[in-house]
T-cell receptor, first 114, second 117 residues
Framework: AQTVTQSQPEMSVQEAETVTLSCTYD???????LFWYKQPPSRQMILVIR??????QNATENRFSVNFQKAAKSFSLKISDSQLGDAAMYFC???????????FGTGTRLQVTL | EAQVTQNPRYLITVTGKKLTVTCSQN?????MSWYRQDPGLGLRQIYY???????DKGDVPEGYKVSRKEKRNFPLILESPSPNQTSLYFC????????????????FGPGTRLLVL
């Protein structure tokens, strides 16, 4: 069974600084997709960024980027120039190419301080 | 506006009283799914549907039922709710759910917070 591990239950970052959230996954599949979702206090699940396993280039979306290490099965999220609005729970998720079930990690709560 | 809607957003009920949480999407998505979120466990899939009249169990289906009679709607039914079903529930949808479905981004509804006394 596929598993997703987020080893940091909580992280803190100062405004304007950079923070990296860790995620590792376990799979025997060769075709899969990785996602980071943000859950602010409103509880809405918001897609932050996605990465296709067959792409070597790391995905980037404005201040958000990933460090995808396929051999190590690692998928970390880097947030640059952190803003107060980045404070949220962040979930790493995995999906195989042929299935439609997202497997989630347990989440990392990010606090942004002044 | 493209969206997934859920109703109700908040619900307090008592053990054994049947309830339905509705989910609707206006994006003509084939795939729909229900997840529950519990502290320390992340989100876990309850049921999913690849298309109309096609549903299957996820990881935690016990105590739940679903139906998919129309493409846009995917209600979650708790026939006899119990306190261990107190949770935050999310409905999600994506464009396709077939062999290439994994590549599709899933869009989530706003969540339904359920308390079973």
């Amino acid at each position: 069974a596929q598993t997703v591990t987020q080893s940091q239950p909580e992280m803190s970052v100062q405004e304007a600084e950079t923070v990296t959230l860790s995620c590792t996954y376990d799979t025997s599949e060769s075709d899969y997709y990785l996602f980071w979702y943000k859950q602010p206090p409103s509880r809405q699940m918001i897609l932050v960024i996605r990465q296709e396993a067959y792409k070597q280039q790391n995905a980037t979306e404005n201040r958000f980027s990933v460090n995808f290490q396929k051999a190590a099965k690692s998928f970390s999220l880097k947030i640059s120039d952190s803003q107060l609005g980045d404070a949220a729970m962040y979930f790493c998720a995995y999906n195989t190419g042929t299935a439609s079930k997202l497997t989630f990690g347990t989440g990392t709560r990010l606090q942004v301080t002044l | 506006e493209a969206q997934v809607t859920q109703n109700p957003r908040y619900l307090i009920t008592v053990t054994g009283k049947k309830l339905t949480v509705t989910c609707s999407q206006n994006m003509n998505h084939e795939y729909m799914s229900w997840y529950r979120q519990d502290p320390g466990l992340g989100l876990r899939q309850i049921y999913y549907s690849m298309n109309v009249e096609v549903t299957d169990k996820g990881d935690v289906p016990e105590g739940y039922k679903v139906s998919r009679k129309e493409k846009r709607n995917f209600p979650l039914i708790l026939e006899s709710p119990s306190p261990n079903q107190t949770s935050l529930y999310f409905c999600a949808s994506s464009l396709v759910g077939t062999w290439a479905g994994g590549r599709e981004t899933q869009y989530f509804g706003p969540g339904t917070r359920l308390l079973v006394l």
